[in-house]
Each structure stands twice: as structure tokens, then as C-alpha cells.
């Protein structure tokens, strides 16, 4: 088959796979790999080379690294320092929750910042007295935003400066993305300000997630426990379990102060419905509070005979005081920044060494780290990689930019940067980010080289505009996350969403090849 004719095939096959959301993205990407070697778009080298990328590694190290921050406490802190220090103007509290999560998002990335404040976003709108759909969409998109100010921001900023240097050009600096940040960010925190209220719902969830950073004190009050019974630190903490119908503990002895069969535990109260027991026998329904190290609790609440009333992980990241491996997360985080900032090695070099010294000095365990490596994004980026090879070696890039340029005019480089601006945003609101800037980048390539100029407006103009995902909840799994503790539905994103995307638009368009000639 006609390489052109397989490559776009296949990508309009991706597209409809992806924008139908039937198929999970990594098996799409698998396919489109596949699919491209079967037809001979590509070689066997190039269906395997994105698994070898640099890219890869690069984003597998700062999962770990964003785990390391929320695991010890790191973000909640932020989060608890917010709700202190912040006063009870609605106006103060939203942009002083936007500038947190955008700062975040710089360091950890747009999932981990939203899911660590998503509580806190809840937990300020109760204390406003606000529903929390008024809160958590200027959230989410103040992470979009937060993204751009350093690469560390998202995947996609590494991804283009690697683009950028594999097309003849220099790679972006660590800081150069703040140049477009800055202004992006201070834009969308006016526009949420003033328009927030009016665009976005009032409603409240049927189940809001709770904020747990308070829990040792609730569980002091509700069993009149002494303080340190109930005090979490960083090794240890107290969690409460539920005993269910046909518990294998049922009828077995159970007194605050004994530990557990396994001796790992220690039972710090027993409750039956709003009484306290010195000592009995487990009956259905049953309240246990265990204390115990964070490991140790979350093996007994994976116990099939119990039911713990929150998670231990949950308790941990929302409560958890900062303690010797936070500080060595923040630590290396702050060496990994000045290492990327001043280029001393290459990008996954560093990132990977910065990972080994946290699991080598159990900041994160084995098993965090497994869990927060989401191989959804690195087979996604993996299997798309070839997809970008294809276009660019069948020629199909080549040809969509010459219709391009035959359509806007090679004179007008405006005209051909909006264009590709356009496409990014419009295909950013149905396909992962990662996914859309890979098969867009060799059509800016091929559009620079056709036309005479830089590439780096090109590769920048598309990072903004794969940012800009503003319209709808499928966009990035950061919109995702506040759906439901927003009760937000699929309609509510684009009315907030829409100014938003033109101020990112209008910045790729006009402010960067001011930044970055053409």
C-alpha cells in the first residue's frame, strides 16, 4: 500500500477510535503502531523506537517524582497552609487556589497537582459557602495554565523541545516556557474571576470527596481519645475499619490497647453504634481504630474481612505531617530543577537519577511506584511516536503542509501558524494532548521548512494551543477528576472553557512569534 495512503488511514482511524472513547487510548496506540507496520509506513525499528525514546523514560521518572511529593505530604501542606492563611473573600480564596495549583502543576505535573487539590478545593467552598462546581473547573484550568511555566509542567513541553532539536533547531530552556506562562496564567485567572460566576454552575454533589486533613482530630473528638492516640506522622497513623456481615472476625475478642493476630497493629478504640466498648466480641457493624504504620494499615484494609471507612493512602497524602523524606523529596526536586534549568545532563538522565534516589532512600516504595507510573501515558506516547515518524517519512506531512501554504500563502506565516493552532486545539478537545501534538509537530515541521521559518515559533505555538484544553471534560484526565465532586456536566466546560482557549489561541498566534521570530 501507498505509504501517504496507509499513514492517513491510519491516523483517521485513530482519530475516530480516539474521539469515540470505546477503545482504551493505550491499546489505540498499540494499534496505530501496529496498523503502520503492517502496511509498511514504517519499518520494525521505527514501530519499536518510541519505546526506547527518551521521552519515555523521561515521563515514567516524573510520575515517581510527583509521587514522591504527594506521598509525603508535600502537596497537602500547600493545600493546608491555603486554607489557613487564605481569608473568606471569594475573590481571594479562587485566585489564591489557581495560583497554587498552577505553581504545582510546574513541579508535578496537571493530574497530581488536581488530584491533591481537589479536596481542598471542596473543603474552601464549604467554608465560602459556595457549591463546589464554583471552585474546581478554575482549578483544573489554572493547572492548564500552571503548565507552561516550566518543562516540567507537562509532557508535551519536553516532547517539543526534543521535537525541536530532532528537526535542526535548539531545545527549549527550562524557564523559556514561563515567557508565554506567565501572561497565560494572570489571563485566565482574570477571566475565571470575572466571568466564573456568571458561566459556571451552582450545584452541589450527591458525594463531594472529603477532606481528611483534619482527620486525627475528628477521630480524637468522635472517641474521646488523647491526642497522641490519634496523631498522625509520617511512619505511622490511625485509620477506621468497618466489620461486615460474615466477617471471618466476628465473635472474636477485641479491647482497646491489645494489638492485632499479627501484632503489627494496635487497637486504639472499639465503637458500637454511638457507644464505646471496653471489651467484647465483634458483632456486624462494629467500629475498630487501628493504629499502626501506613504499610501495615494498608494491608489490614485490604483485608476482605473489613471495611475500612477511608483509605489509608487518602488519610496519608491529605494529613500527613512534613517529616525527614519530605524534605528530601523537595530536596531533590529543587537539585532535579537546577540540573534541568541549567542543561548540566540530558533531561532523562537527570529525572531518572532524581527517581533513583528517592526509592533508593524510601521516599516512595516499589509498590508506589508501580502504581503511580501510568503506563496508559507512556504506551499512548509510545505507540503514537511512530505515527509521527510516518508522516513525516511517506511524505503526508509534506503534502498537508503544501495545501496549507497553497491556501494561506507562504508569505503568510500568521495565517499558517493559526491554522495549525486551530487544529491543535480543536483535535486537543477529543484526543490526549500527547497524542495530538505528536501527529500535529511533523506538519509544523514540514511548514517551517517550506516556507523558510523558524521552527521554534512552530513547536512553541503548538504547546500553548495543546494546553488550551479548556472545552470539554474528556480533554485531560485533570477535567476529568473535578467532574464528579463538581457535579459538572458535559455542556458546563466550553461556557468558561471558550475565553479561555481564545486568550491560549491569541498568545500562540500573536505573543509567541513575538517571543520567537518567525
Same mark, same amino acid.
Given at each position: ?328 523529596? %523537595? /530536596? #531533590?526536586? $529543587? @537539585? ?11 533531561? *532523562? =538522565?537527570? &529525572? ?90 511533523? %506538519? /509544523? #515541521?514540514? $511548514? @517551517? ?11 512553541? *505555538? =503548538?504547546? &500553548? ?54
Amino acid at each position: 500500500m501507498d505509504p501517504i495512503l496507509a499513514t492517513v488511514l491510519v491516523l483517521l482511524a485513530a482519530i475516530v477510535a480516539f474521539v469515540t472513547n470505546r477503545v482504551s487510548p493505550a491499546v489505540v496506540a498499540l494499534g496505530v503502531a501496529l496498523a503502520l507496520y503492517a502496511t509498511g509506513a514504517v519499518t520494525f525499528e521505527q514501530t519499536i523506537a518510541g519505546f526506547g525514546d527518551p521521552i519515555v523514560v523521561y515521563l515514567a521518572g516524573l510520575f515517581v517524582i510527583s509521587e514522591a511529593l504527594d506521598s509525603t505530604g508535600v502537596t497537602a501542606w500547600a493545600g493546608q497552609q491555603l486554607t489557613r492563611r487564605v481569608g473568606d473573600k471569594r475573590s481571594s480564596v479562587l485566585i489564591a487556589l489557581m495560583l497554587l495549583s498552577a505553581v504545582l502543576t510546574a513541579l508535578i505535573s496537571v493530574n497530581g497537582t488536581v488530584a491533591a487539590l481537589v479536596p481542598v478545593g471542596v473543603a474552601l467552598a464549604a467554608r465560602l459557602r459556595q457549591p463546589p462546581s464554583q471552585l474546581l473547573i478554575p482549578l483544573a484550568f489554572a493547572a492548564h495554565a500552571g503548565s507552561m511555566l516550566t518543562m516540567l509542567g507537562t509532557p508535551i513541553n519536553v516532547l517539543v523541545s526534543e521535537l525541536s532539536v530532532e528537526a535542526g533547531s535548539r531545545p527549549f530552556g527550562f524557564f523559556e516556557f514561563a515567557l508565554v506562562g506567565v501572561p497565560l496564567l494572570i489571563g485566565v485567572v482574570v477571566i475565571v474571576v470575572l466571568l466564573g460566576p456568571r458561566l459556571l454552575p451552582h450545584r452541589y454533589p450527591a458525594n463531594a470527596p472529603r477532606n481528611l486533613g483534619d482527620h486525627a482530630e475528628t477521630l480524637a473528638r468522635d472517641y474521646a481519645l488523647p491526642p497522641d492516640s490519634a496523631r498522625i506522622g509520617y511512619e505511622d497513623g490511625v485509620i477506621e475499619i468497618v466489620i461486615p456481615p460474615r466477617s471471618p472476625f466476628v465473635g472474636d475478642l477485641v479491647y482497646p490497647g491489645m494489638r492485632t493476630e499479627s501484632g503489627e497493629l494496635v487497637v486504639t478504640a472499639v465503637r458500637r453504634g454511638e457507644d464505646r466498648i471496653d471489651r467484647t466480641h465483634l458483632r456486624t457493624g462494629d467500629i475498630l481504630v487501628l493504629r499502626g504504620t501506613w504499610e501495615d494499615l494498608e494491608r489490614k484494609a485490604g483485608n476482605p474481612g473489613v471495611l475500612p471507612v477511608d483509605s489509608p493512602d487518602r488519610i496519608r497524602r491529605q494529613s500527613v505531617h512534613l517529616g525527614a523524606r519530605s524534605y528530601v523529596s %523537595v /530536596a #531533590v526536586l $529543587v @537539585a532535579m530543577c537546577g540540573f534541568l534549568a541549567f542543561d548540566v545532563f540530558p533531561p *532523562a =538522565i537527570v &529525572v531518572l537519577l532524581a527517581s533513583a534516589i528517592l526509592v533508593g532512600s524510601r521516599v516512595v516504595t516499589m509498590s508506589q511506584v508501580q502504581s503511580s507510573v501510568s503506563l496508559t501515558t507512556l504506551i499512548v506516547v509510545a505507540g503514537m511516536i511512530p505515527m509521527s515518524t510516518a508522516l513525516q517519512t511517506s511524505g503526508a506531512a509534506e503534502q498537508i503542509s503544501s495545501a496549507l501554504v497553497s491556501w494561506f500563502g507562504a508569505n503568510s506565516p500568521h495565517l499558517l501558524l493559526a491554522s495549525i493552532v486551530l487544529l491543535v486545539i480543536v483535535l486537543g478537545q477529543f484526543l490526549s494532548n500527547l497524542a495530538t501534538v505528536l501527529i500535529v509537530a511533523p %506538519v /509544523a #515541521v514540514a $511548514v @517551517a521548512e517550506s516556507t523558510g521559518v523558524s521552527i521554534l515559533p512552530m513547536m512553541m *505555538a =503548538i504547546t &500553548v494551543a495543546g494546553a488550551a484544553s479548556f472545552l470539554t471534560p474528556v480533554a485531560t484526565a485533570g477535567n476529568l477528576m473535578v467532574q464528579d465532586p463538581g457535579d459538572y456536566r458535559f455542556g458546563d466546560y466550553w461556557k468558561l472553557g471558550l475565553p479561555c482557549a481564545a486568550l491560549f489561541a491569541a498568545v500562540a498566534v500573536f505573543l509567541v512569534p513575538l517571543i520567537w521570530p518567525f
